[in-house]
């Protein structure tokens, strides 16, 4: 069973960047779609990007598109997510998530969450 732990949220101003990491123990990725879903306040939880391990193909959802970047450190076990130009509707908790062989933009695909990262963007 694989375990996750996401690092790297804080404050940071619109218009800024921050990076996200989330690093999986117990097992490698390999075989995963892993995935950065969000949840602010009061809202459900919602898809932000996905990549596959193997191969590398990438999904987005529309309002991150050309400013969040998912990537893979396959020495570190590690999955990035790239945010630059930050607007403060990012502002969330994000999580990162696992499923085997297939993007899930929906939260009850995902199989194996960890406990997430808060994103505040001030504006």
């Known amino acids: 069973q694989v375990q996750l732990v996401e690092s790297g949220g804080g404050l940071v101003q619109a218009g800024g960047s921050l990076r996200l990491s989330c690093v999986a123990s117990?097992?490698?990725?390999?075989?995963?779609?892993i995935h950065w879903f969000r949840q602010a306040p009061g809202k459900e939880r919602e898809f932000v990007a996905a990549?596959?391990?193997?191969?590398?193909?990438?999904d987005y959802e529309d309002s991150v598109k050309g400013r969040f970047t998912i990537s893979t450190n396959d020495a570190r076990n590690t999955v990035y997510l790239q945010m630059d130009s930050v607007r403060p509707e990012d502002t969330a908790v994000y999580y990162c998530?696992?499923?085997?062989?297939?993007?899930?933009?929906?939260?009850?695909?995902?199989?194996?969450w960890g406990k997430g990262t808060q994103v505040t963007v001030s504006s």
């Open positions: 998530g696992v499923q085997r062989g297939v993007v899930s933009t929906r939260p009850a695909g995902v199989e194996t």
């Open positions: 117990g097992r490698t990725f390999f075989g995963y779609v």
């Open positions: 990549i596959a391990w193997t191969g590398g193909v990438t």
